[in-house]
């Protein structure tokens, strides 16, 4: 899954493909670099990073998400808001993303459970503004669990297929430095939820703590390498797909993951509700 914002404020690209010219051109760059999805955000989610209207949002997302899926592109559409959600998947998205977490909103609910759409349940606590104060946990891994899966059953309750959620640790969102390490190392225990399970780790801020030098965080560029040996382990641990900025170091690292393996990517068609081949090891 390449990475596409569209805003002026990402962590990660400071905002290179804010205009739509510039984002359709990088969009049709990652699907060519080996990306199955293309994950197309107009809001950053970065903590501390200020809202936008739903309006604004859409305004900066819903032409690329056009041009995207009329090149023939499989798209998820990263936002919090079910009008904006709603909008690209009229549009031509497969895929919601939300990184609400706990905060999710009946409405968003209700959209993925009535359209029946493939739905990536991020853990989160709080907001972009708060998340940093409450990454407090008993247990980091068992608490992300009990929540995301508390989260899950609303939307099972609501009428979504349970095959159609896709669970997201949440690295970052909420997260102390260490806690993402013991996050990535119980991976298994998320896959043998059964569902499908995504992991959003490029570029974020405890890879530049890794690499830190003389006491200087390692800047969001250069945490490319670190970032595909995540998403080779990531995949022999059976993830379905990595989320990342830098696909074709990623792609190689996933290839090279299920060569070790023997085994074949998942598939997931959009037709299906869902997308093409991705990094785990097999369908859930």
């Excluded at 059953?153 to 349970?162: I, K, S, T, Y």
Aim: glycine fraction near 10%; avoid cysteine; hydrophobic fraction near 45%.
């Amino acid at each position: 899954m390449g990475v596409l914002n569209v805003t002026p404020d990402s962590f990660s690209d400071g905002g290179r493909h804010a205009g739509h010219e510039a984002a359709i051109a990088h969009g049709l760059r990652l699907t060519a670099e080996g990306a199955d999805v293309v994950d197309v955000g107009g809001e950053s989610t970065r903590p501390g990073s200020e809202r936008i209207t739903a309006a604004e949002e859409q305004r900066r997302i819903l032409p690329v998400v056009e041009a995207l899926a009329a090149a023939g592109a499989v798209l998820s559409v990263d936002t919090l808001h079910a009008a904006t959600a709603a909008a690209a998947l009229d549009a031509g998205a497969h895929l919601v993303n939300d990184v609400s977490g706990l905060a999710v909103t009946p409405e968003m609910v209700e959209l993925v459970a009535e359209r029946q759409t493939p739905y990536v349940l991020t853990h989160t606590r709080g907001t972009p503004e708060t998340m940093d104060g409450l990454a407090v946990y008993d247990d980091v891994v068992d608490d992300v669990l009990a929540e995301l899966e508390s989260l899950r059953d609303r939307f099972v309750a609501a009428g979504l297929a349970p095959e159609r959620i896709v669970l997201d640790p949440g690295l970052g969102f909420a997260k102390r430095g260490a806690q993402n390490w013991e996050l990535l190392r119980a991976l298994p225990r998320f896959v043998a939820t059964g569902h499908r399970v995504l992991v959003g780790a490029s570029r974020k801020r405890f890879l530049g703590t890794l690499l830190e030098q003389d006491g200087t965080s390692r800047p969001a560029t250069g945490r490319d390498a670190a970032t595909a040996a995540i998403s080779a382990l990531s995949a022999h641990a059976g993830a379905w797909a990595v989320r990342v900025h830098d696909v074709r170091s990623s792609a190689d690292a996933v290839a090279a993951a299920h060569a070790w393996r023997g085994t074949e990517p998942a598939l997931l068609h959009p037709g299906a509700g869902g997308t093409a081949r991705t990094a785990g090891g097999g369908d859930r």
